[in-house]
C-alpha cells in the first residue's frame, strides 16, 4: 500500500515537478549561453578590427605648455581609502606619490578610517615622508565609520580643496598603479567632454601564490576582458570596478555622489551617472598591480559583498531605471536584463542550483531527460570563453568550473539576502590583504592565531559535498550514465572547501 502511495505520488507530484524545475534550468541555460556569446563576440570583432580606445575616442599626449607652463594640466585628485591596512598601505601611497604629473596639479588623498593607533601612526608618517619630498598629500580622519567606504569617500569629497580638481582617481589600499597611468588615462577624459569614467584592468601581483588564487585571476581576467570590454566598446557602459579608474568630478555631482545604501557603491555610482547620459570607457591596455585574498575565508567575504550587493541594488533601483528619461529605451533594457539580471542575478542561481543540484537529483530520476546540450556543450563553449582570458592556465579548467560551482553557493545566498534585503544585506568585512605583492616585508609581521581542524570546517559545503557524493554512488551501482565521474569531482571540491584546504 505504501509502496504504491509513493509510486502515485512520485508520478503525479514529484516528477512533473523535477521536470518543470529542469525546464526553467533549461531555459536560463539558454540566456547565460546567449549572452556569453554575445559578449565574446564584440570582443573577437575589437581584435580583429583593432577598435581600441584610442581609435573610439581622441587621445593626445599631455605636454607643457610653453606660456602656461603646468597649467594646462587639469588639478588630479587622488583618493586612497583604507582600514587597518598593515601590509600594503606604504605601497598604495607610495605608488600614488610616485604618479607623473606636474606636483602643484596633483593632491594626494589618503582616506585613514584605521581604528588601529599603531597603523594610525604609521600611515601619518608614511604621509609626512612624502610631505618632504614636495607632493601635496592630505591623509584625512573621521570619529566613525559610518557608511565604510562610500562613508569615506563621500566625507573626502566635502573637504575644500577637492573643488579645485576636475578629476578624481580612486586606488584600494592593496592597488599600485605605474607612474604613467594619469598620462595614459586622463587624456581621455580632456579630449572627450562626454566621458565620465575611464576604468583600467587589473594585474594580480599574487595569481601564482596557491591554487584558488590562480581561479581568481581566471574569473577577473574573463569579467574584464569580456563584460568590461564588450560594455564599453557596444554600450559605453559599464560597472564600475571600485578602484583603478579616473572620475570626472562634475559627472559624480550630477549623479548625487557616493550613496551608502549598499555595499557596492562603486557600481550605484556608475548606474546612475550613466543614466544621466554619461559614457564610460575600459582601457584594457592600462593594467594596475593589485592583490587577491589567498585565504578561503576573506574570499568568501568578498564574494557575498559581491553578490549581495548588485542584488540589493537592483532591487532598488530597478523601478528609477524604467523611469529615466535621459536615455534610451534600449540602453535600460541592456542595464536591466544584461548587466542586472543574467550577469549579476540568475547566473549564481543557475551555477549552483542546475550543477550542484539539478544535475545530482537527476540521478533518482532517470525518466526525466536533460539534453546533452545544457550539460555539456553550452558550458564547454562558456568555459572555453572563460578559459582564453588566461591562457597560461588553460590546463586548470577543470578545476577552475569545480571551484566556480562551490563559489556558486555563497554567490548564491548573497543573491538571494541582496533581493530580500536579509539581515546581512549591508554586512562589509574588509578583505584582508597579506602584502603579497612584496618580497621583504615592510613592516613587523602580526602573528595570527592559529586555527584547529574543527575551527577549518565549513558545514555548508561538507553537507552538500555529502549529497553530491551520494548521488554519484547511486549513479555509479544503479545508473546507466557516467555522470557520477563528474558528480565525484563535484563532491570531492565541496569536501575540500568544507574542509578548509582551500587557500593559504
Known amino acids: 500500500m505504501k509502496t504504491m502511495w509513493w509510486r502515485e505520488m512520485r508520478s503525479l507530484l514529484i516528477v512533473p515537478m523535477f521536470k518543470c524545475l529542469v525546464a526553467i534550468c533549461l531555459v536560463i541555460s539558454l540566456l547565460v549561453f546567449v549572452e556569453s556569446l554575445y559578449m565574446n563576440i564584440v570582443v573577437i570583432y575589437v581584435k580583429l578590427f583593432k577598435r581600441k580606445p584610442e581609435k573610439i575616442y581622441k ?48 593632491i594626494v588623498q589618503v582616506l585613514d578610517d584605521s581604528t588601529d593607533p599603531t597603523i594610525m601612526e604609521m600611515v601619518n608618517i608614511e604621509c609626512g615622508k612624502w610631505a618632504t619630498k614636495g607632493i601635496n598629500i592630505k591623509c584625512e580622519r573621521r570619529d566613525n565609520r559610518n557608511g565604510y567606504k562610500a562613508g569615506a569617500l563621500k566625507q573626502g569629497m566635502r573637504h575644500s580643496y577637492v573643488k579645485t580638481c576636475t578629476y578624481i582617481a580612486i586606488f584600494d589600499a592593496d592597488f599600485q598603479p605605474e607612474p604613467d597611468y594619469l598620462q595614459r588615462t586622463v587624456p581621455f577624459l580632456i579630449h572627450n567632454s562626454e566621458l565620465a569614467l575611464v576604468q583600467a584592468r587589473w594585474k594580480f601581483v599574487n595569481a601564482k601564490k596557491c591554487l584558488m588564487t590562480r581561479m581568481q585571476e581566471m ?36 549623479a548625487g555622489g557616493w550613496k551608502d545604501r549598499t555595499t557596492v557603491e562603486d557600481m550605484d555610482l556608475a548606474v546612475r551617472v550613466g543614466l544621466h547620459g554619461w559614457k564610460f570607457v575600459f582601457v584594457n591596455d592600462v593594467a594596475v598591480k593589485s592583490e587577491l585574498p589567498s585565504q578561503f575565508k576573506a574570499f568568501r567575504f568578498q564574494q557575498h559583498r559581491w553578490s549581495c550587493g548588485p542584488a540589493n541594488l537592483f532591487r532598488k533601483m530597478t523601478m528609477e531605471i524604467i523611469r529615466n528619461k535621459r536615455v534610451t529605451i534600449w540602453k535600460k533594457l541592456y542595464v536591466i536584463y544584461s548587466f542586472f539580471f543574467v550577469r549579476k542575478i540568475i547566473v549564481h542561481f543557475f551555477t549552483f542550483f542546475f550543477y550542484c543540484f539539478i544535475l545530482p537529483t537527476s540521478v533518482f530520476f532517470p ?67 597579506l602584502g603579497d605583492a612584496l618580497e621583504t616585508k615592510l613592516l613587523p609581521q602580526v602573528r595570527k592565531p592559529r586555527y584547529g581542524v574543527l575551527d577549518r570546517i565549513n558545514s555548508k559545503e561538507m553537507m552538500v559535498g555529502i549529497y553530491i557524493l551520494c548521488c554519484a554512488s547511486y549513479n555509479l551501482v544503479f545508473g546507466k550514465t557516467l555522470l557520477y565521474i563528474y558528480l565525484y569531482m563535484q563532491a570531492l571540491a565541496f569536501i575540500i572547501a568544507g574542509i578548509g584546504f582551500v587557500g593559504t
Open 59 to 106: 587621445w593626445e599626449a599631455m605636454q607643457e605648455d610653453m606660456e602656461l607652463g603646468n597649467q594646462n594640466f587639469p588639478m588630479v585628485l587622488v583618493q586612497i581609502p583604507m582600514y587597518n591596512e598593515r601590509e600594503v598601505f606604504q605601497l598604495s601611497i607610495g605608488a600614488a606619490c610616485r604618479l607623473v604629473w606636474p606636483l602643484d596639479r596633483l
Open 219 to 254: 574569473s577577473l581576467n574573463y569579467h574584464f576582458t569580456a563584460e568590461q570590454e564588450s560594455g564599453s566598446t557596444r554600450h559605453a557602459f559599464f560597472g564600475f570596478n571600485g578602484t583603478a579608474g579616473v572620475w570626472r568630478l562634475a559627472a559624480m555631482e550630477e
Open 367 to 433: 525518466e526525466v531527460n536533460i539534453p546533452t546540450w545544457s550539460t555539456v556543450y553550452f558550458p564547454f563553449m562558456i568555459t572555453l570563453f572563460n578559459a582564453i582570458a588566461t591562457p597560461r592556465s588553460f590546463y586548470l579548467v577543470i578545476f577552475w568550473v569545480l571551484f566556480e560551482n562551490v563559489m556558486a553557493m555563497h554567490r548564491t545566498k548573497g543573491t538571494f539576502i541582496g533581493l530580500l534585503e536579509g539581515g546581512r544585506v549591508n554586512e562589509w568585512v574588509v578583505t584582508e590583504k
